[in-house]
């Protein structure tokens, strides 16, 4: 996106290219109109009503189709350059040796072992081998039923949520030392595993991250749920 102009330059999944957004709706709604991305903005409704509320500084992972993530930092979005700042899931953290390509183009991104879909890839690639996992029993593994696996004990599902962990603490530990945000908050569906992914993801980032930049530092979910994009975007407006 140029979100200063409003204009969506590429969307794969929609197939939209070069749109003036913002100039069209503008003209069909006879309204200001501002334009931005949609995790940006869900990280913005989070900190401004969410489970950032009152906290200046944090970073807001969504864990669903993809891994999309959105920076706020003195209240306010950090879009970037070229407004692709806050792009989490295209860190390209996976080793080289364990990496796969990602739908961006990259090898080795978090969205590949941490997203609902990477998970789900896991699962299936498991299952092809014929590793013994109650997932076999599954006509269409979705990712809830890995994390539901993992829960009840099954090796195979604990291996592959225990990954997708390890790399989403990982890259947290990396963005504390750039950033040192007060606050990582993550929603999207994998997200609602609750205190057994959250743990996992704690415990890797206190591993990996220096004293100075994890004291008195949060890892909370995210509490607007859906609502979270539609509060951040009326923020941009009532914020400025």
């Known amino acids: 996106m140029d979100i200063p102009n409003g204009t969506i330059k590429h969307s794969p999944n929609l197939n939209l290219n070069n749109v003036d957004l913002k100039g069209f709706l503008e003209k069909e709604l006879n309204t200001i109109i501002k334009v931005n991305n949609d995790a940006n903005v869900a990280a913005l409704g989070e900190a401004w009503a969410g489970a950032g509320r009152g906290i200046a500084n944090c970073v807001m992972y969504t864990l669903g189709t993809g891994v999309g993530g959105g920076i706020i930092i003195d209240g306010k979005i950090v879009e970037g350059f070229q407004s692709v700042a806050g792009e989490i899931g295209h860190m390209a953290i996976v080793p080289d040796l364990e990496a796969i390509q990602c739908g961006c183009g990259k090898m080795g991104c978090l969205e590949t072992v941490s997203s609902a879909t990477g998970i789900i890839r896991m ?17 269409e593994i979705m990712a809830k039923d890995v994390l539901d696996a ?25 963005m504390s030392v750039i950033l040192n945000p007060e606050c990582y908050i993550i929603g999207g569906g994998v997200a609602k595993a609750g205190d057994f992914l959250f743990d996992q993801i704690k415990e890797v980032f206190e591993k990996y991250t220096q004293e ?9 979910p995210a509490v607007l749920g859906n609502n979270a994009g539609v509060v951040g975007a009326a923020g941009l407006i009532l914020r400025g």
Do not use: F, P, W
């Open 123 to 139: 699962a299936k690639e498991a299952v092809a081998r014929g590793d013994r996992t109650s997932l076999v029993d599954v006509e």
């Open 150 to 174: 993992a829960k009840a004990g099954d090796e195979v599902a604990t291996r592959i949520v225990a990954r997708a962990a390890y790399y989403l603490g990982r890259s947290m530990a990396m």
């Open 212 to 220: 100075a930049s994890k004291t008195s530092v949060k890892i909370v």
